[in-house]
């Protein structure tokens, strides 16, 4: 009687239209029911199975809200605003003479997609079980009856399938470039000459793995404790012009991936990794500077000389073998010839000097273990090796500070343009919190005025340097703005230097290539070919920030699976407060900087715990139970690919 009444269907349709509706992500229990997260609230609507089959974890979202019969509200994702992931790794299933697809992630488990091969694929070829890169096609939310996934090619690697996922995610490169080119020839322009410098003891220190050698030193110490200093840069922009092909594609990629057991270059590892490597005993061409640094550690600006020249390597050096032989005097596989010898106790000196000058008048920020990981053939991780850096790593360090130094200055001086590191210092609009904060918890006098400048930055990172706890320093932290690349000059106030433009790694970056260029217009006194400008600036850090993204997922994965063990284990780790929330602490575990997070439910009733965010503490009862920089030790209770939940002990 009433099904086709039109009334009743213009008042359905009204219902519908009327319904609160709430923009938000979806976010999967890894059963069949979800949750739907609103942004820019902390209010979380339940999403029954039935509207869990039309969306993905992490699908932003429209969603109605509905009243249950028992007044409970529940949210029907509507509109798809924006696909959680492009791209699945998983495994093919055979179902019926049809291919079905499961994706190999745990919030994905619980579906089983529907799959078509790319055109061009022959069914014959798969096997049932096989792993395969996929691209998702169809979507319900986007009007499509079910979701849809298109079969693109097997993985015969399993051991980057995660690592494939990660950066598709990421709109990052899961390839490296390919050229057909096996005859590289300079294309610098005609009026640029290069000295020939083949006879110079030249050195180069890196990893003992390292192909794509891209620096090298020469210094000579006078008798006055000075040191004059070479660095020699590997010079891609000599095969390579900006309208090349291979050019374009390097600003895309921007930066070479480097991801435990995979690496994908930004240039063809022919060129990478032999035409512009700079080989031992190898003629190559370089981009050279000369500079005089006084025995305080002063780079003398007036004496900065940058050209260009074909150098040869005369050692290819190891970073554990020379910190061996720096430190103890001796390497059990390694012993230098007086001419490297001589050149290597010069360079360590001048580190020190040029890194106690840092200390003084520019930031140093306190050192921790770099992290490594072993994985077996599965892509497990096996071991975590904690590794610090040694004197040779310094070495290196404190020469391409030098180089970057030079850059920024000769850049800024001819043309006010380049690409320039810049680190902005604190958001001007937290330094009223910060300002407080210092002048009721600490006794360093501080005022918004002041650490906004460079020179302000730098005297409140000099008496952090020498707090005993890391309380004030992480507190700050979380108010300092990112660095990023910018085409005009402006202060590093994260280094305290009031120039900083990288060149030093051409092989390994875009922006190195661009500033490559810069310099050579420098040297010929001529107009640059290519200038970089606001666009560029933009399309580089959104690359940057997706690189270190990617990374921090892939960490994620490792941590996950290297301490799978633990909660059944009991492992105790000693942890420290490095930031806080009213949700609850993220700490970092020391023995392997693993990132776990502590909810506040752990530490009692919501009732008897408060959280103070102008101080960053924690209070039970109003009595202080923990802050920021507090170190101890915790069990984990929860481990996966995606988070580490701890627990005090």
């Known amino acids: ?58 699908d932003k979202v429209i969603a109605n809200i509905h009243l249950t019969a028992e007044e409970k509200q529940i949210a029907e994702p509507k509109k798809l605003l924006e696909k959680s992931v492009t791209y699945f790794i998983g495994h093919i299933k055979l179902s019926k003479g049809k291919f079905v697809f499961l994706p190999d992630h745990p ?50 690697n399993a051991k980057i399938a995660h690592w494939l996922t990660i950066l598709a995610k990421n709109n990052l490169c899961n390839s490296e470039p390919i050229s057909a080119n096996n005859n590289w020839k300079l294309k610098d322009d005609a009026d640029l000459k290069r000295f020939d410098m083949t006879t110079i003891p030249f050195i180069t220190i890196d990893s003992k793995s390292t192909k794509d050698i891209d620096d090298a030193l020469y210094i000579k110490k006078s008798n ?33 991936i480097y991801l435990p057991g995979l690496d994908i270059p930004i240039l063809p590892r022919d060129l990478s990794e032999n035409v512009c490597s700079l080989i ?33 390597s005369h050692a290819c050096l190891v970073y554990d073998y020379v910190s061996d032989w720096i430190e103890t005097g001796q390497s059990t596989d390694w012993c230098p010839n007086k001419a490297i010898s001589d050149i290597l106790t010069a360079l360590y000196e001048l580190s020190q000097v040029r890194l106690n000058w840092r200390k003084k008048n520019a930031v140093v920020f306190p050192e921790y273990p770099d992290y490594r990981f072993s994985l077996n053939e599965n892509d497990d991780s096996i071991v975590i090796h904690s590794d610090i850096r040694r004197s040779a790593h310094h070495l290196i360090e404190e020469s391409m500070i030098i180089a970057n130094i030079c850059a920024g200055k000769i850049l800024n001086a001819k043309f006010s ?14 330094l009223y919190y910060i300002t407080r904060f210092l002048n009721k918890k600490s006794t360093f006098p501080a005022n918004s005025s002041e650490l906004s400048t460079l020179n302000g930055f730098i005297a409140l990172r000099h008496w ?65 070919v290519q200038i970089p400008d606001e666009s560029l600036c933009k399309e580089l850090n959104l690359s940057r920030k997706h690189h270190r993204i990617a990374n921090r ?15 059944k284990n009991k492992i105790q780790f000693t942890a420290e407060i490095f930031d806080a929330s009213c949700s609850g602490m993220r700490i970092r575990l020391l023995e392997n900087g693993a990132i776990a997070f502590i909810p506040i439910l752990f530490f009692g009733s919501k009732e008897d715990i408060k959280y103070s965010a102008d101080s960053g503490s924690f209070f039970f009862n109003e009595k202080l139970i923990y802050q920021l920089g507090d170190k101890f030790k915790v069990v984990l209770v929860e481990v996966n690919q995606f988070n580490l939940i701890a627990k005090p002990i």
């Open 464 to 528: 952090l340097n020498n707090q005993d706890t890391n309380y004030f320093d992480y507190f700050i932290r979380k108010f300092q703005v990112h660095s990023k690349l910018n085409f005009l000059p402006s202060p590093h106030y994260a280094m305290g230097l009031d120039i900083y433009a990288t060149w030093t790694s051409p092989i390994r970056k875009y922006s190195d290539m661009i500033n490559h260029r810069m310099l050579k217009a420098y040297i010929l006194d001529k107009k640059p």
């Open 224 to 256: 006055n404790g000075d040191f004059e200093l070479t660095i020699a840069i590997s010079d891609p922009t000599a095969y390579l012009l900006p309208e090349d092909n291979l050019d374009t594609l390097a600003r895309k990629r921007s930066f070479t």
């Open 280 to 312: 031992e005993n190898q003629v190559r061409p370089a981009l050279c500077c000369t500079v005089l640094i006084t025995k305080d550690g002063f780079i003398l600006e007036k004496t900065i000389d940058f050209f260009a020249a074909n150098i040869r």
């Open 553 to 567: 997922n892939v960490l994620d994965w490792l941590y996950g699976n290297a301490l799978s063990q633990a909660p």
């Open 1 to 58: 009687m009433f099904q086709d009444n039109p009334l009743l269907a213009q008042l359905k349709k009204k219902l519908k239209r009327d319904l609160p509706k709430k923009i938000g992500v979806v976010k999967s229990t890894g059963k069949t029911f979800g949750f739907l997260e609103v942004l820019d609230s902390k209010t979380n609507f339940f999403i029954p199975p039935f509207y869990m089959k039309k969306c993905l974890h992490g």
């Open 107 to 156: 919030k994905y488990k619980m579906k089983l997609i529907k799959a078509q091969l790319k055109k061009g694929l022959s069914f014959e070829s798969f096997c049932n079980n096989d792993l395969v890169f996929a691209y998702l096609i169809h979507h319900p939310l986007k009007g499509d009856k079910d979701f849809l996934v298109e079969i693109s090619r097997k993985i015969a």
């Open 417 to 430: 343009l380049g690409l320039f590191n810049i680190h902005a210092g604190f958001k001007q609009n937290k």
